[in-house]
């Protein structure tokens, strides 16, 4: 299941920064306080609020995310706490909303920061007095769901913007647990990258098991800005357009590429060098006679050393 690899590469880590926000979290999973995940998009603050879930007393009930940005402010409100019958137009009959589905386990908001200021209130009422009441009800519904939330936002900034209620900035900074970019994981990375690869590979059924040392290298330096899902997304890919065995810089998108290209003299072998300029001549050739002509070769040489380096 993806779930277990995903959780894999938060618990391995080498990273001091990570282990100590996993000391932390999972200090608090056994109990029922509120947590508060801090962090850049894609560092995989999802994927913890799960681990944290799965190693909690409420394992054994439901896990059940909102995603606030994914919806507008009406939608959102009745996803979350349901609605009556006769509600508003449309509401044919009553529904029960995610709160009611988490019931017994835990309810996850994502990306908080992003709740309008009209939920805020009533999501500070489910913390404070353990009850909600549904979308043109009166009748309140008691409530017994543990709320973990994330933000990749500095939410402290948004309360004194206006934007976000200070009394309910205080309800969910019980626990906070900040979880570093991809860059202060350093000793992390080649696990990672051969985590995501084996998995890839596993997933798409072909026979990539390694990546050259170019390659490696190159990844490594990047600063890596969309963290664990830019990670897999670049690998996906190299996955996609490898022609071996083994991921060539070639196959690293143009973003990686760049951003220290590779240079005569540099950390490369003389293979991988001829492998990247054959493939880039190739590139911009329109055909097999075309880039013979321009690497100085004859066609059926090139044939060979395309096969050779494939």
Sequence with gaps: ?????????????ESPRMQKALDVAFKAAGSDATIL??????????????????????QAAAFVTINCPSLSR???????????????????????????????????LDEIGELPLEIQGKLLRLLQEREYERIGETNPHKSNVRLIAASNRNLREKVDEGTFREDLYYRLNVITVTVPPLRERASDLAGLIYTHLNYLARQSGKGVKR????ALEQMQSYNWPGNLRELRNVLERAVILCAGDQ???IDLSETICKSTEVRIGGKITLAELESLHIRRVMENSR????????????PATLYRKRKKHA
Excluded: C
């Design 74 to 108: 009406e939608l959102l409100e009745s996803d979350l706490f349901g609605y009556a019958r006769g509600a508003f137009t449309g509401a044919i009959a009553e529904r029960w909303g995610k709160i009611a589905a988490a019931e017994g386990g835990t309810l996850f």
């Design 211 to 214: 990546i050259s040392r170019a």
């Design 247 to 249: 991921i060539q810089l």
């Design 287 to 298: 055909t097999l006679d075309e880039a013979a002509h321009v690497l100085g070769i004859d």
């Design 37 to 58: 995940l801090l962090g850049e998009s894609g560092t995989g603050k999802s994927v913890l609020a799960k681990a944290i879930h799965r190693r909690s007393p409420r």
């Design 1 to 13: 299941m993806q779930i277990i690899d995903d959780e894999q590469n938060i618990l391995n880590s």
